[in-house]
């Protein structure tokens, strides 16, 4: 009986050789898949903005902005002679262009 189950431990198995193929393919897609994953990580780290954490709100509020100061300079009459003037002095063609300049900030 001794003989017998010797002989059947050492004979190779015939379709085992399939079964070796399938967790070794399956870790080499999951490998990839970090790897995918890592590199769109790090590419969106790269491109990120870079926030100054230094400034307050505060700080940022205070700082100059020439578009306020520039329609601080508008008078405060409510003649319709100056309104006009203003109307026209005011530069709108750039509007678009900031508005476009906005959108892309926000939108990634």
Do not use: C, H, W
């Amino acid at each position: 009986m001794d003989n017998q189950q010797e002989f059947n431990n050492s004979t190779p198995p015939t379709e085992g050789s399939k079964e070796g193929k399938g967790p070794v393919v399956g870790i080499i897609i999951i490998i990839i898949i970090l790897v995918i994953g890592a590199v769109y990580v790090f590419t969106n780290q790269l491109n990120a903005p870079v926030v100054d954490d230094e400034m307050t709100a505060e700080e940022i509020e205070n700082l100059p902005d020439e578009a306020t100061d520039e329609l601080l300079q508008y008078s405060n009459s409510d003649e319709l002679t100056d309104i006009e003037r203003e109307l026209m002095e005011t530069d709108l063609d750039n509007l678009e262009a900031d508005l476009d300049e906005i959108e892309a900030e926000l939108i990634p």
